[in-house]
């Protein structure tokens, strides 16, 4: 039953994750940053984006606003580390900076860090945001390999997230995901 609109009509949400690549990220997770199964404090799924699948495990503390995103680029596993540096809610003006990186495991050359900055002088008009980018920690051969305009075209979008900092986590990893 569908409801007012057609079926699958422009595709669906909707995507089915083979074992074998839920298994895959579960081993390249469990090899290389086993630490991330065993803290208590850490809530692990599944989550699905555009080009594929990653394993997220977020943290239910608020002294570590954190979310780890094991992923598949180029072929290869990596983390994608997201840390909220700074959230500031006076309403209506918000402030979040992260923290991001990429780190393939085994040492891959496709690597990058950058600083994110959301900015919204009324949150209520999230198309008045200002979305500032610090890539100085990623090589020049990489900026080309990330559609940074696609993070900035999507941040705002996350304004909807209010003082929830979980969810700020896992939209700006959502937005961040579908732009590698």
Same mark, same amino acid.
């Given at each position: 039953?569908?409801?007012?609109?057609?079926?699958?009509?422009?595709?669906?949400?909707?995507?089915?994750?083979?074992?074998?690549?839920?298994?895959?990220?579960?081993?390249?997770?469990?090899?290389? /940053?086993?630490? =991330?199964?065993? +803290?208590?404090?850490?809530?692990?799924?599944?989550?699905?984006?555009?080009?594929? !699948? %990653?394993?997220?495990?977020?943290?239910?503390?608020?002294?570590?606003?954190?979310?780890?995103?094991?992923?598949?680029?180029?072929?290869?596993?990596?983390?994608?580390?997201?840390?909220?540096?700074?959230?500031?809610?006076?309403?209506? /003006?918000?402030? =979040?900076?992260? +923290?991001?990186?990429?780190?393939p495991?085994?040492?891959?050359?496709?690597?990058? !860090? %950058?600083?994110?900055?959301?900015?919204?002088?009324?949150?209520?008009?999230?198309?008045?945001?200002?979305?500032?980018?610090?890539?100085?920690?990623?090589?020049?051969?990489?900026?080309?390999?990330v559609?940074?305009d696609?993070?900035? /075209?999507?941040?705002?979008?996350?304004?909807?997230?209010?003082?929830?900092?979980?969810?700020?986590?896992?939209?700006?990893?959502?937005?961040i995901?579908?732009?590698?």
């Amino acid at each position: 039953m569908c409801g007012n609109t057609e079926c699958n009509a422009g595709g669906s949400d909707f995507r089915r994750i083979s074992s074998a690549s839920v298994d895959g990220l579960r081993k390249a997770a469990q090899s290389d /940053r086993p630490a =991330l199964f065993s +803290k208590a404090n850490i809530n692990a799924s599944i989550v699905s984006y555009r080009h594929g !699948s %990653a394993l997220e495990f977020l943290s239910t503390d608020p002294s570590d606003k954190r979310s780890v995103l094991i992923v598949q680029k180029l072929g290869m596993y990596g983390a994608l580390d997201i840390v909220i540096e700074d959230f500031q809610i006076n309403y209506p /003006r918000v402030l =979040l900076v992260l +923290k991001v990186t990429f780190d393939p495991f085994g040492g891959g050359s496709f690597k990058f !860090s %950058a600083r994110i900055t959301i900015e919204c002088n009324d949150i209520t008009k999230p198309a008045g945001c200002s979305v500032d980018l610090d890539l100085a920690g990623t090589a020049d051969t990489i900026k080309p390999m990330v559609d940074w305009d696609c993070i900035k /075209r999507c941040a705002p979008q996350c304004i909807s997230c209010g003082s929830d900092w979980q969810c700020w986590l896992g939209c700006a990893g959502g937005c961040i995901l579908q732009c590698l």
